[in-house]
């Protein structure tokens, strides 16, 4: 299994003109009003309180996409013949204000078709009220309880996007260290993973998305009063030995790039299978835009790839979002 998992991938693709038109959409309108508007804890709390409305409007998902509302988060299921015994637990991104289990069910849906299981969306505690610790709390509850819910360890997925990637990497970290049993494995998109001080100078200026200087002063609000260098704060830090095999998805001009890299690293240094993919030219978490990118629709592939790998050493997997 290992050979099958533990490489670098480099997706080579016709770079469509969708994503040329979304990446100069984004460093028009999105970069630049970041860059303005995320100088103040009022920017967060104004942008938390939006999300809290956008979770009213209803949005419409196909027809074979099933969504149950749980307290803590909600329950999906998508496409045909999934394993209940089996499921994977999501972090939703959003740098910890913004962003819920209804605004990453582009991901969440397509997951739950690839890895042929349900999906539990975890609408886990954010800023600026919250702490990270209680975030992280949050995630390890919702673990448990699947655990009491009947699933094994080994039948449970990780899976989160930039903030949620890293709160999915913290969470590794901190079952391995209190001798929890982990999750069979574990994907990553885009994940932040650096919240300390190091300056962010790869990729400043090419990130059609985010604005580097933003990244570190958020990074800077959430992690006052701790060590920035704890690896449940900034898992970059973190000794990944023991984890289950793991799947980081980052693209090339992203800002986060370098530490998604720096993960992979040392998770490998530490004996960890791990997926590296690096995607030329792909915004932030660009799987979320699988409904306007064809390379967002491919990368779906890759990760039920990965998943089939890891359950079945040496098969493949045809299946597509």
């Known amino acids: 299994m290992r050979s099958e998992i533990d490489l670098d991938v480099c997706p080579d693709y016709p770079f469509s003109w969708q994503c040329r038109a979304l990446n100069g959409l984004l460093r028009g309108t999105l970069k630049p009003a970041s860059s303005l508007l995320l100088r103040h804890p009022l920017a967060i ?94 995630a390890l509850d919702a673990y448990g309880e699947l655990i009491e819910r009947g699933h094994e360890p080994g039948d449970i997925l990780f899976a989160g996007d930039s903030a949620g990637g890293h709160l999915t990497l913290a969470t590794l970290l901190a079952l391995r260290d209190r001798n929890l049993p982990l999750p069979a494995a574990a994907i990553c998109l885009s994940p932040w993973a650096d919240l300390s001080d190091t300056p962010r100078r790869a990729n400043r200026w090419m990130d059609p998305m985010l604005p580097a200087g933003r990244v570190e002063w958020l990074a800077k609000r959430w992690t006052s009063g701790l060590d920035p260098r704890d690896p449940l704060v900034s898992p970059v830090y973190g000794d990944y030995t023991g984890l289950p095999p793991l799947m980081i998805v980052t693209g090339s001009t992203e800002v986060l790039r370098d530490e998604d890299r720096r993960v992979a690293l040392r998770a490998r240094e530490a004996g960890v299978p791990v997926t590296y993919e690096e995607w030329p030219r792909m915004p932030h978490v660009f799987a979320i835009l699988a409904d306007l990118l064809p390379e967002a629709r491919l990368v779906y592939r890759h990760m039920a790839r990965f998943l089939a790998a890891v359950e079945n050493p040496g098969a493949e997997s045809s299946l597509a979002a």
Do not use: N
């Not at 972090?91 to 991901?107: C, D, K, M, N, Q």
């Open 45 to 138: 709390t104004a942008c938390s309180r939006l999300g809290e409305i956008i979770r009213l409007v209803p949005m419409r998902q196909p027809g074979h996409v099933s969504i149950v509302p749980h307290r803590s988060g909600e329950w999906v299921r998508a496409g045909h013949g999934l394993d209940e015994r089996k499921v994977l637990l999501y972090f939703h991104g959003g740098g910890y204000f913004s962003g819920s289990p209804a605004t990453h069910r582009p991901i969440t849906w397509r997951l739950s078709v690839v890895a042929r299981r349900p999906v539990f969306a975890l609408d886990y505690r954010q800023g600026p009220i919250h702490s990270l610790a209680e975030s992280l709390q949050d």
